[in-house]
């Protein structure tokens, strides 16, 4: 069944294409200035914080930063309250924390920051999210059913092509067509058949490999602290990480990870060995004698993958692309979920100036979801510092694959250590400026304040800018 695209005189509509995170963010955003907003989404929807098929990545462990959950918030106000009601922690930075590092414990700081993650099991927080996006009534959820073509030409996108129940494909029009089908997103290929093609696209691959199991904690665990035990980054050594997060129902979602030649295994027997021998084995010390809930799940979709849609010569009207769609973030940076809000609360502040039909509109925020983007992935020189087996060929061989907290460098590292003169983590001024880049509350290049508030005072007053960067 074919049914005829209509005109723009109409109602106000917009489709999205994917139901996961992004997607009913991006239709949070997009609802007060549309009439109808329909969401397409393969799979059948669970009715509950239930797992399914197209959130693979649910089974292991996800944090979200404060930065990201405020952006939710924002977007779909009370959520947060729903999140806690149901059994997720708000667990501070860093004092909520316990963090193995190559240098030693991290200071958990005395001094509490306003920074906080959100730790619960992600199919909990998508389904409240989902939840409270499809009570409101112009949000219709088409799910069962596949996204297969964009509809219009290169100048504009007036719909998509969609195939319900795997044989009804029918035409659905729209004034604005939002792609968030994640890391699989056909939007390249769909592009390229309305003669929009040259996108580059690069991905820069650690070998992170991921095994992850849920266990009953053995005490209460109320206020246990997130445990991370992070690699030691050796030249031509496997780097082995572990990180435990308390989630809802007195649980701890564990997860394993190690680079080419150290992966965990999906082997149930080999789980609690392997965190033994991390360079600490606080975590394999906690599981020894908890209980498993799960079989261990294993995953390899850990590269840093970018599509650099805002710098494609021309652009549709009518095509916003967003999420996973646009990147994607090797998951020791725990940036994904956070850079998805980032880029629906960016699409919302742009309708509130211009509305849905404003030419322009895709290509403005095309460009603005670049930004959040970049300082997910580690912003352009990143790459350069962080990756000393740069291959000419534009391939990455070899990369610091675990990073929790966004380090630059291992001398950065260093400075995070409490030094003799100097501040440390635990510094009011310091802390709170890395604390902040953390949580994806202040960009990455407060960094450098809290990197000369621990240098010392010498470094600190000698021009890092760091004084207007974070004020005392
Ligand atoms: C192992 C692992 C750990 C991670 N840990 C963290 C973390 O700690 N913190 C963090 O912030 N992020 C983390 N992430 C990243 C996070 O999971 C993603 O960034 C986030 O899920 C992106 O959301 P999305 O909605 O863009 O994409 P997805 O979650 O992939 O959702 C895309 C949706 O689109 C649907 N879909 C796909 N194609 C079509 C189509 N053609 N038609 C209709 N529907 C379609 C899919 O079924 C799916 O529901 C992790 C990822 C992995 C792999």
Same mark, same amino acid.
Request: proline letters at 7%; aromatic letters at 6%.
């Given at each position: 069944? *074919?049914?005829?695209?209509?005109?723009?005189?109409?109602?106000?509509?917009?489709?999205? %294409?994917?139901?996961?995170?992004?997607?009913?963010?991006?239709?949070?955003?997009?609802?007060?200035?549309?009439?109808?907003?329909?969401?397409?989404? #393969?799979?059948?929807?669970?009715?509950?914080?239930?797992?399914?098929?197209?959130?693979?990545? +649910?089974?292991? $462990?996800?944090?979200?930063?404060?930065?990201?959950?405020? @952006?939710?918030?924002?977007?779909?106000?009370?959520?947060?309250?729903?999140? %806690?009601?149901?059994?997720?922690? /708000? %667990?501070?930075?860093?004092?909520?924390? &316990?963090?193995?590092?190559?240098?030693?414990?991290?200071?958990?700081? /005395? /001094?509490?920051?306003?920074?906080?993650?959100?730790?619960?099991?992600?199919?909990?927080?998508?389904?409240?999210?989902?939840?409270?996006?499809?009570?409101?009534?112009?949000?219709?959820?088409?799910?069962?059913?596949?996204?297969?073509?964009?509809?219009? =030409?290169?100048?504009?996108? *007036?719909? @998509?092509?969609?195939?319900?129940?795997?044989?009804?494909?029918?035409?659905?029009?729209?004034?604005?067509?939002?792609? @968030?089908?994640?890391?699989?997103?056909?939007?390249?290929?769909?592009?390229?058949?309305?003669?929009?093609?040259?996108?580059?696209?690069?991905?820069?691959?650690?070998?992170?490999?991921?095994?992850?199991?849920?266990?009953? +904690?053995?005490?209460?665990?109320?206020?246990?602290?997130? &445990?991370?035990?992070?690699?030691?980054?050796?030249?031509?050594? !496997?780097?082995?990480? +572990?990180?435990? %997060?308390?989630?809802?129902?007195? #649980?701890?979602?564990?997860?394993?990870?190690?680079?080419?030649?150290?992966?965990? *295994?999906?082997? =149930?027997?080999?789980?609690?060995?392997?965190?033994?021998?991390?360079?600490?084995?606080?975590?394999?010390?906690?599981?020894?004698?908890?209980?498993?809930?799960?079989?261990?799940?294993?995953?390899?979709?850990?590269?840093?993958?970018?599509?650099?849609?805002?710098?494609?010569?021309?652009?549709?009207?009518?095509?916003?692309?967003?999420?996973?769609?646009?990147?994607?973030?090797?998951? $020791?940076?725990?940036?994904?979920?956070?850079?998805?809000?980032?880029?629906?609360?960016?699409?919302?502040?742009?309708?509130?100036?211009?509305?849905?039909?404003? !030419?322009?509109?895709?290509?403005?925020?095309?460009?603005?979801?670049?930004?959040?983007?970049?300082?997910?992935?580690?912003?352009?020189?990143?790459?350069?510092?962080?990756?000393?087996?740069?291959?000419? $060929?534009?391939?990455?061989?070899?990369?610091?694959?675990?990073?929790?907290?966004?380090?630059?460098?291992?001398? =950065?590292?260093?400075?995070? #250590? !409490?030094?003799?003169?100097?501040?440390?983590?635990?510094?009011?001024?310091?802390?709170?400026?890395?604390?902040?880049?953390?949580?994806?509350?202040?960009?990455?290049?407060?960094?450098?304040?809290?990197?000369?508030?621990?240098?010392?005072?010498? $470094?600190?007053?000698?021009?890092?800018?760091?004084?207007?960067?974070?004020?005392?």
């Amino acid at each position: 069944m *074919t049914e005829p695209a209509e005109g723009f005189t109409g109602m106000r509509r917009a489709v999205v %294409i994917g139901g996961g995170l992004a997607g009913m963010l991006a239709a949070a955003a997009v609802v007060p200035f549309a009439d109808e907003v329909t969401i397409v989404e #393969r799979d059948v929807l669970p009715q509950g914080p239930e797992p399914r098929r197209g959130l693979p990545q +649910a089974k292991h $462990a996800h944090v979200l930063w404060s930065g990201g959950a405020k @952006a939710i918030e924002r977007l779909v106000p009370g959520v947060t309250d729903r999140w %806690i009601e149901a059994g997720a922690q /708000k %667990i501070p930075l860093m004092s909520g924390m &316990v963090a193995h590092t190559p240098h030693g414990w991290y200071r958990r700081w /005395k /001094k509490p920051t306003p920074h906080y993650l959100i730790a619960c099991s992600r199919d909990l927080l998508d389904w409240h999210v989902r939840d409270l996006v499809l009570q409101e009534p112009r949000i219709r959820l088409l799910d069962g059913a596949e996204a297969v073509a964009l509809v219009g =030409d290169a100048r504009r996108v *007036t719909g @998509a092509s969609v195939l319900a129940q795997g044989v009804l494909e029918r035409e659905l029009a729209a004034d604005l067509v939002i792609d @968030a089908s994640g890391c699989g997103s056909r939007s390249l290929r769909w592009l390229s058949s309305l003669g929009i093609s040259g996108i580059h696209e690069r991905t820069v691959d650690s070998g992170l490999a991921y095994a992850s199991r849920i266990y009953q +904690a053995p005490t209460r665990s109320d206020n246990f602290p997130v &445990v991370n035990v992070q690699a030691a980054p050796r030249d031509s050594q !496997p780097e082995q990480a +572990a990180v435990l %997060i308390p989630i809802e129902n007195g #649980r701890w979602l564990v997860s394993l990870s190690g680079t080419r030649g150290g992966e965990p *295994t999906a082997d =149930d027997k080999d789980f609690v060995p392997f965190a033994l021998q991390l360079s600490h084995p606080l975590v394999g010390m906690l599981i020894a004698r908890a209980t498993p809930l799960t079989d261990v799940s294993t995953s390899r979709s850990t590269a840093n993958g970018r599509r650099y849609f805002e710098q494609a010569q021309s652009w549709p009207e009518g095509l916003v692309i967003l999420g996973d769609a646009v990147a994607t973030y090797n998951p $020791a940076y725990g940036q994904g979920m956070s850079v998805a809000a980032f880029g629906a609360h960016l699409l919302s502040s742009e309708l509130k100036q211009v509305g849905l039909r404003e !030419p322009g509109l895709a290509r403005r925020v095309q460009h603005a979801v670049a930004r959040p983007t970049e300082e997910g992935v580690g912003g352009r020189r990143r790459p350069r510092r962080l990756l000393p087996g740069h291959s000419r $060929a534009g391939a990455f061989r070899r990369q610091p694959a675990h990073q929790s907290f966004p380090r630059p460098s291992d001398q =950065d590292r260093r400075r995070l #250590r !409490p030094r003799r003169n100097g501040a440390d983590p635990g510094d009011d001024h310091g802390g709170q400026c890395h604390a902040a880049v953390v949580a994806r509350r202040a960009p990455r290049r407060r960094m450098r304040a809290a990197e000369a508030a621990f240098a010392g005072p010498s $470094a600190y007053t000698a021009g890092t800018g760091a004084a207007e960067l974070c004020p005392r």
